[in-house]
């Protein structure tokens, strides 16, 4: 079964500080990990990471996956209170040759920045 | 629409009740999830649909589940006899094509089971 842990499960920082957040998988047939943001109950997609050692970058936030070590980590620099949410991380997993994948998400981790 | 709308938002049963939630996907998007995400937890995948076809219901979890789709856009997922431990968020998701992920959600129904 497709297996996805995410840490710290919550994490309290101050504006201004940085802050790292862990995800680890096993999964049969990897195809691509996925970071998303839940504010209130919509989570929105941030990153798709497929390839080992590359890091996306968008804005202050930023990710790399590790393919050897099965993991991922995202980094949020310079938070804002705005950075408040809960993040979670999915992987997908390639099911049929007809291209369908399956993403499984993890718990996620409730980020709280306080001013 | 711009987005994926879900409606109700909020949704209250007593026990035994029957309930549907209805998802209006982005106009255009083949792919439709839905997920199920009990507090503190992530998403859990229900079913997936390509246009009208239901192609994966593995992750219903029981035959009071049941999906539709019928005109491969608006679908309503339907929860017979409701039971507490139904009580979460339905969460439905559209993409354009086959993969998951640039998946946009909708806002989901919080469903409370009394």
């Known amino acids: 079964e497709d297996k996805v842990v995410q840490s710290p499960l919550s994490l309290v920082v101050h504006e201004g500080d940085t802050v790292t957040l862990n995800c680890s998988y096993e999964v049969t047939n990897f195809r691509s990990l996925l970071w998303y943001k839940q504010e209130k109950k919509a989570p929105t997609f941030l990153f798709m990471l497929?390839?080992?050692?590359i890091e996306k970058k968008s804005g202050r936030l930023s990710s790399i996956l590790d393919k050897k070590e099965l993991s991922s980590i995202l980094n949020i620099t310079a938070t804002q209170t705005g950075d408040s949410a809960i993040y979670l991380c999915a992987v997908e997993a390639i099911i049929d040759s007809g291209g369908y994948q399956k993403v499984t998400f993890g718990i996620g981790t409730k980020l709280q920045v306080i001013p | 629409g711009a987005g994926v709308s879900q409606s109700p938002r909020y949704k209250v049963a007593k026990r035994g009740q029957d309930v549907a939630l209805r998802c209006d996907p982005i106009s255009g998007h083949v792919s439709l999830f839905w997920y199920q995400q009990a507090l503190g937890q992530g998403p859990e995948f229900l079913t997936y649909f390509q246009n009208e076809a239901q192609l994966d219901k593995s992750g219903l979890p029981s035959d009071r589940f049941f999906a539709e789709r019928p005109e491969g856009s608006v679908s309503t997922l339907k929860i017979q006899r409701t039971q507490q431990e139904d009580s979460a968020v339905y969460l439905c998701?559209?993409?354009?094509?086959?993969?998951?992920?640039?998946?946009?959600f909708g806002q989901g129904t919080r469903l409370t089971v009394v």
């Open positions: 497929t390839s080992s050692g």
């Open positions: 998701a559209s993409s354009l094509y086959g993969t998951n992920t640039e998946a946009f």
